[in-house]
């Protein structure tokens, strides 16, 4: 089949509005196609170009896209399930309400991608895929896990996130500030200077992390376990982090300003030059203080910390 003849073949199938089953469209190029309506089931378009198309209500039912280009290209209120985005490039694509269902995502390209207001039903697992500076708003992820993608720049806003697992990602600079990620499991990785302001890491799960310079301000960490982390200039200004595990926390020249460390675990943990100005339930017994800084009431309360603990104001 040609280019030509599977370009009309698309457009005939999506004014008829009947299903296209079992088409092999592999390698064709297609680029700039509009299509509205078209249903593809169990298509192959393996290697295929599909740069800059314009797709608006499309169902993608079983169709394999692996190694297709989808650069540029603009998907409104399409649904994809069971799909094959294996090495797919989609990126500088925009997904507006997209409905994504039991997809293969290993090694695609989501750089400078765009979903709008998109939702990933069941169970998804991301492997080895890029969203480096790519944008998610208002979408909703059910259950996901990352595997070794790279998260850097990654902006997700307002998303409504059930279980998630981050294993062995790179995040420099993510930005999830306000998201609710309670139980969220991060095993591996960096993510340095990622923002998590405001979000709700109750009980997560972040030992051995790089997250210096990273931002926790006015974060929910109670619970959460940090130890043996990497937090250099990290911000935890007015976070919660009672009942935090911080044993081996490296955190030097971090801001604890105005955070709640009640029962929080400290042995080990190293704070040089940390600000504590106005820290709650300060009780630092066993970490290093070098020339951490305190307001004189916290210093005047013995039980705040042990006096050979602290080797500098």
């Known amino acids: 089949m040609t280019s030509q003849e599977a370009r009309e073949l698309l457009i005939a199938a999506a ?11 592999d390698g064709l190029a297609l680029d700039e196609i509009e299509l509205d309506g078209l249903v593809l089931e169990n298509c192959s378009l393996a290697g295929a170009s599909w740069r800059q198309g314009n797709f608006s209500d499309c169902v ?71 969203f480096i500076s790519t944008l998610a708003f208002d979408i909703i992820l059910d259950e996901t896990k990352f595997e070794a993608c790279q998260l850097n720049f990654f902006v997700l806003r307002d998303a409504k996130c059930g ?20 139980g969220l499991i991060v095993a591996g990785g960096a993510y340095p200077g990622a923002n998590f302001s405001q979000c709700n ?14 931002f926790f301000i006015g974060a929910k960490l109670n619970g959460a376990d940090l130890s043996g982390a990497k937090a250099e200039k990290a911000l935890f200004v007015g976070a919660d982090l009672s009942m935090a595990n ?25 704070f040089k030059l940390a600000n504590f100005h106005r820290t709650a339930h300060l009780v630092l017994a066993g970490a290093d203080l070098a020339g951490a800084r305190f307001t004189d009431d916290q210093l005047a309360r013995a ?3 042990k006096p050979e603990t602290v080797h500098g104001r």
């Open 15 to 25: 004014r008829s509005r009947a299903p296209l089953s079992g088409a092999a469209l």
């Open 60 to 130: 993608f039912v079983g169709s394999n896209f692996s190694r297709a280009d989808l650069s540029s290209a603009k998907f409104n209120s399409c649904r994809f399930e069971k799909c094959d985005f294996s090495q797919t490039n989609l990126s500088n694509a925009t997904i507006s309400a997209g409905q994504f269902t039991q997809n293969v995502w290993q090694k695609t390209d989501l750089t400078r991608a765009a979903f709008l207001d998109g939702v990933f039903q069941g169970k998804t697992v991301f492997q080895g895929v890029s």
């Open 163 to 182: 279980p998630t697992i981050l294993t062995e990602c790179q995040g420099g600079q993510l930005q999830a500030a306000g998201l609710d990620l309670a």
């Open 201 to 214: 890491l109750t009980g997560a799960r972040l030992a051995g992390l790089d997250l210096s310079g990273a």
């Open 246 to 270: 911080l044993g081996g926390l490296a955190a030097s020249m971090a801001d604890f300003s105005h955070a709640d460390l009640k029962l929080a675990a400290v042995k080990g943990a190293v």
């Open 303 to 305: 039980e705040d910390f």
